[in-house]
């Protein structure tokens, strides 16, 4: 599958991440600060196909190698620091050409390579040691260069015209990088050497010293990213590393604590306290979680509002961050090529060349029928979670605009239902959060044709309105709230008659533009529990339908159940395990009381996490059945980390724990809960409930009962 398009992300005019875009055995290095995001090969290089600094969806830094006595370095370990921050290569000297039996001769020179970006600027540092009884005199050559190529470029959309290079600016202390592109923006890549090199060129920096025996040198480099209107300023790599030391150490005191009896939980739960802190991008509206790197490194909607949902009973202020900035991003007119319609809420926004010029549709762009209703969801959610109502009356007009929307172009045949159909032939085909081209099909196969009709969205909408209803209450709105009550009510029994399938006992995927019924069986079916729109008398059949063979592989609920048509382990959301999908559904399952099968879910989440990289769930997984000591297959473009799924295990040990909490009277308290069988013993620390925080601490006893105090 090497250099070729998975086919089944999106649909042909889309844009998909070509399968050779980062190649799994390379296992590459990633970093991410703000709107900058890097990947280096495992020695900390630069110059592989995607390896490079990417800065507001553009490439500013395409090679950074480092040649020492002539060669490359050889490598001892390299790997990234436990908190995210920093990616650590150690390296020895070459070896003479010939020589491969030196044995301890060969490990005289050592080289050690610390990297981290800090907003928009890579920092190294390069110590170099002399542990020859003997003085050395070593050289030094650092390559660079910047091809400033549009993000979606390299990940595979084709472009044959390109912005005009500017020669390199020399200075003593560094370099200077440019490219106008076809948008008339000038980008800039600055590089600042200290101490100054020997010699610099446009695309290398030199040096050469000598070493007495047992002396170590150090030289920093500062790579900094901008564009027109962005002042060029170089910050220490010292100052540079304690602020983001500090920012990680803020963000961290703002959620709370998680502790078990269970290591490898603990580990898995701070690896994933920790994707969510670097994934977080603090915008002038607050903090935002961008979706995942490396290709996904931006604002998206429905990522966003979901992530958030999942930590908010940890870290209710990411919410907060959320809603103000989609709130600031909301669609106000009718843009087709944009899918955009008034109150509409943002899928995804791209600041490169081509989504400037056109060449992508994603400069901001609304083509998520589910974004909207997820919105007012969130903004329920959130208020009920912290009564902050002074910051729901400032986004209340986008409120009643997304409301207003649902009930507009988002129904344009009036039947009640949410649909959703692109205006043009250059968006996304499907868009839900199954947005494959070949996603939404009927019991034969055959794809659905629009407007289309899905099962999530219109519990989505469910949901929305009775959370508006709650909003408008709080606001003193009474008559609004009671109409807003009424459409959910309404709402409900509709969805019942048309989208239950008693013949299945399942709830169906979409209803096409015809109005018929798409007759299959996907998790899909697992939201209508999460937004509360199935009624009680079904939901149990439902549960127990997610739960059997046919969708539970043992590491997960697959997004279709083993059997279907077009059910393919290794598709992307067709026979897929996706961590998030399982989080939203253990949710729905906690919600009607099925707590057990939440703790299933945490346990098969966690079992997954063991497997991965460093405790980490990935975007999606492929579902094949779980066997006794094989461990889960890769899916080979999945995004890790990625917000959505760091925010899994959070979200399913809130639907064991069952914390209800009360901002009014400051207090957390638990119904039923349930610890998931790999653990016996849990302690929430610093939850932030009502200016307060609070500890609360969960055992199972001997007859299995969970004590809470």
Same mark, same amino acid.
């Given at each position: 599958?090497?250099?070729?398009?998975?086919?089944?992300?999106?649909?042909?005019?889309?844009?998909?991440?070509?399968?050779?875009?980062?190649?799994?055995?390379?296992?590459?290095?990633?970093?991410?600060?703000?709107?900058?995001?890097?990947?280096?090969?495992?020695?900390?290089?630069?110059?592989?196909?995607?390896?490079?600094?990417?800065?507001?969806?553009?490439?500013?830094?395409?090679?950074?190698?480092?040649?020492?006595?002539?060669?490359?370095?050889?490598?001892?370990?390299?790997?990234?620091?436990?908190? #995210?921050?920093?990616?650590?290569?150690?390296?020895?000297?070459?070896?003479?050409?010939?020589?491969?039996?030196?044995?301890?001769?060969?490990?005289?020179?050592?080289?050690?390579?610390?990297?981290?970006?800090?907003?928009?600027?890579?920092?190294?540092?390069?110590?170099?040691?002399?542990?020859?009884?003997?003085?050395?005199?070593?050289?030094?050559?650092?390559?660079?260069?910047?091809?400033?190529?549009?993000? %979606?470029?390299?990940?595979?959309?084709?472009?044959? &015209?390109?912005?005009?290079?500017?020669? *390199?600016?020399?200075?003593?202390?560094? *370099?200077?990088?440019?490219?106008?592109?076809?948008?008339?923006?000038?980008?800039?890549?600055?590089?600042?050497?200290?101490?100054?090199?020997?010699?610099?060129?446009?695309?290398?920096?030199?040096?050469? &010293?000598?070493?007495?025996? !047992?002396?170590?040198?150090?030289?920093?480099?500062?790579?900094?990213?901008?564009?027109?209107?962005?002042?060029?300023?170089?910050?220490?790599?010292?100052?540079? &590393?304690?602020?983001?030391?500090?920012?990680?150490?803020?963000?961290?005191? =703002?959620?709370?604590?998680?502790?078990?009896?269970?290591?490898?939980?603990?580990?898995?739960?701070?690896?994933?306290?920790?994707?969510?802190?670097?994934?977080?991008? =603090?915008?002038?509206?607050?903090?935002?979680?961008?979706?995942?790197?490396?290709?996904?490194?931006?604002?998206?909607?429905?990522?966003?509002?979901?992530?958030?949902?999942?930590?908010?009973?940890?870290?209710?202020?990411?919410?907060?961050?959320?809603?103000?900035?989609?709130?600031?991003? =909301?669609?106000?007119?009718?843009?087709?090529?944009?899918?955009?319609?008034?109150?509409?809420?943002?899928?995804?926004?791209?600041?490169?060349?081509?989504?400037?010029?056109?060449?992508?549709?994603?400069?901001?762009?609304?083509?998520?029928?589910?974004?909207?209703?997820?919105?007012?969801?969130?903004?329920?959610?959130?208020?009920?979670?912290?009564?902050?109502?002074? %910051?729901?009356?400032?986004?209340?007009? #986008?409120?009643?605009?997304?409301?207003?929307?649902?009930?507009?172009?988002?129904?344009?045949?009036?039947?009640?239902?949410?649909?959703?159909?692109?205006?043009?032939?250059?968006?996304?085909?499907?868009?839900?959060?199954?947005?494959?081209?070949?996603?939404?099909?009927?019991?034969?196969?055959?794809?659905?044709?629009?407007?289309?009709?899905?099962?999530?969205? =219109?519990?989505?909408?469910?949901? /929305?309105?009775?959370?508006?209803?709650?909003?408008?209450?709080?606001?003193?709105?009474?008559?609004?709230?009671?109409?807003?009550?009424?459409?959910?009510? !309404?709402?409900?029994?509709?969805?019942?008659?048309?989208?239950?399938?008693?013949?299945?006992? %399942?709830?169906?995927?979409?209803?096409?533009?015809?109005?018929?019924?798409?007759?299959?069986?996907?998790?899909?079916?697992?939201?209508?529990? %999460?937004?509360?729109?199935?009624?009680?008398? &079904?939901?149990?059949?439902?549960?127990?339908?997610?739960?059997?063979?046919?969708?539970?592989? !043992?590491?997960?609920?697959?997004?279709?159940?083993?059997?279907?048509?077009?059910?393919?382990?290794?598709?992307?959301?067709?026979?897929?395990?996706?961590?998030?999908?399982?989080?939203?559904?253990?949710?729905?399952?906690?919600?009607?009381?099925?707590?057990?099968?939440? /703790?299933?879910?945490?346990?098969?989440?966690?079992?997954?996490?063991?497997?991965?990289?460093?405790?980490?769930?990935?975007?999606?997984?492929?579902?094949?059945?779980?066997?006794?000591?094989?461990?889960?297959?890769?899916?080979?473009?999945?995004?890790?980390?990625?917000?959505? /799924?760091? /925010?899994?295990?959070?979200?399913?040990?809130?639907?064991?724990?069952?914390?209800?909490?009360?901002?009014?009277?400051?207090?957390?308290?638990?119904?039923?809960?349930?610890?998931?069988?790999?653990?016996?013993?849990?302690?929430?620390?610093?939850?932030?409930?009502?200016?307060?925080?609070?500890?609360?601490?969960?055992?199972?006893?001997?007859?299995?009962?969970?004590?809470?105090?």
């Amino acid at each position: 599958m090497h250099d070729r398009s998975l086919p089944d992300l999106m649909d042909d005019k889309s844009f998909p991440v070509a399968a050779g875009a980062t190649n799994a055995e390379d296992r590459p290095h990633t970093l991410k600060s703000d709107d900058c995001f890097a990947i280096f090969a495992v020695n900390g290089d630069m110059s592989g196909r995607s390896e490079g600094v990417y800065y507001r969806d553009t490439r500013h830094l395409s090679r950074m190698t480092v040649m020492l006595d002539g060669a490359r370095p050889r490598l001892l370990t390299g790997a990234i620091s436990t908190d #995210n921050a920093t990616l650590v290569c150690d390296l020895a000297g070459p070896a003479p050409e010939g020589r491969t039996d030196m044995g301890d001769e060969g490990n005289e020179i050592s080289l050690r390579r610390e990297i981290f970006l800090w907003r928009d600027t890579r920092h190294d540092l390069l110590t170099i040691g002399n542990w020859a009884r003997t003085a050395q005199t070593i050289t030094l050559d650092i390559a660079f260069a910047a091809d400033f190529a549009d993000l %979606f470029e390299i990940r595979g959309t084709p472009r044959l &015209r390109h912005g005009t290079m500017e020669a *390199a600016g020399v200075a003593p202390h560094g *370099a200077t990088l440019a490219c106008t592109g076809l948008d008339g923006v000038r980008r800039w890549t600055r590089l600042d050497f200290e101490p100054k090199p020997d010699r610099i060129e446009p695309g290398a920096a030199h040096y050469r &010293r000598h070493l007495e025996p !047992g002396e170590t040198i150090r030289i920093a480099i500062a790579v900094q990213s901008g564009a027109e209107g962005d002042p060029p300023a170089i910050t220490r790599f010292g100052i540079a &590393r304690e602020a983001a030391r500090r920012a990680r150490r803020d963000l961290r005191r =703002q959620s709370a604590r998680i502790v078990s009896d269970n290591a490898v939980a603990n580990a898995a739960l701070l690896r994933a306290r920790d994707d969510l802190i670097m994934l977080t991008t =603090q915008t002038p509206h607050g903090p935002y979680p961008y979706a995942g790197v490396p290709w996904f490194s931006t604002a998206f909607g429905r990522d966003a509002i979901i992530t958030a949902m999942q930590t908010l009973w940890l870290a209710p202020a990411l919410a907060r961050g959320v809603l103000a900035y989609l709130a600031a991003n =909301q669609a106000q007119g009718f843009d087709p090529a944009a899918d955009a319609e008034p109150g509409k809420i943002l899928h995804e926004a791209r600041d490169g060349e081509m989504a400037r010029l056109g060449e992508v549709p994603f400069r901001r762009y609304y083509g998520s029928v589910d974004a909207t209703p997820l919105f007012v969801m969130l903004a329920g959610a959130y208020h009920a979670r912290t009564h902050d109502t002074a %910051f729901i009356r400032e986004i209340w007009p #986008n409120i009643e605009a997304a409301l207003g929307w649902i009930d507009g172009p988002g129904d344009e045949d009036g039947d009640g239902f949410v649909e959703y159909g692109r205006k043009t032939g250059h968006g996304l085909a499907n868009q839900g959060w199954k947005d494959s081209r070949d996603s939404i099909f009927h019991a034969d196969g055959a794809l659905a044709t629009g407007p289309i009709a899905l099962c999530e969205v =219109q519990g989505y909408v469910y949901a /929305a309105k009775s959370a508006g209803a709650a909003l408008a209450r709080a606001l003193g709105a009474p008559d609004q709230a009671a109409r807003l009550a009424d459409d959910a009510a !309404g709402l409900r029994d509709r969805f019942d008659q048309r989208f239950w399938d008693e013949e299945l006992g %399942f709830y169906v995927l979409a209803l096409d533009g015809a109005k018929r019924p798409c007759r299959v069986l996907a998790s899909n079916a697992g939201h209508a529990l %999460f937004s509360g729109i199935a009624l009680p008398e &079904r939901a149990g059949r439902v549960a127990a339908r997610l739960m059997g063979e046919d969708f539970f592989s !043992g590491w997960g609920i697959r997004t279709l159940a083993r059997g279907q048509p077009r059910f393919n382990p290794m598709s992307y959301h067709n026979g897929s395990v996706w961590p998030h999908d399982n989080a939203l559904i253990g949710l729905g399952l906690a919600r009607y009381g099925r707590h057990a099968e939440a /703790a299933r879910l945490f346990d098969a989440m966690l079992a997954t996490a063991a497997w991965g990289d460093r405790y980490r769930l990935p975007e999606l997984f492929c579902g094949f059945p779980r066997q006794r000591g094989v461990s889960p297959t890769a899916y080979p473009v999945a995004c890790a980390p990625q917000a959505w /799924a760091a /925010a899994t295990l959070p979200a399913l040990l809130d639907a064991c724990l069952g914390l209800r909490l009360d901002p009014a009277c400051a207090t957390a308290v638990s119904g039923a809960p349930c610890l998931p069988a790999t653990m016996g013993r849990l302690r929430v620390d610093r939850l932030a409930v009502g200016g307060k925080r609070l500890a609360v601490s969960f055992q199972r006893g001997s007859d299995g009962t969970v004590a809470v105090t």
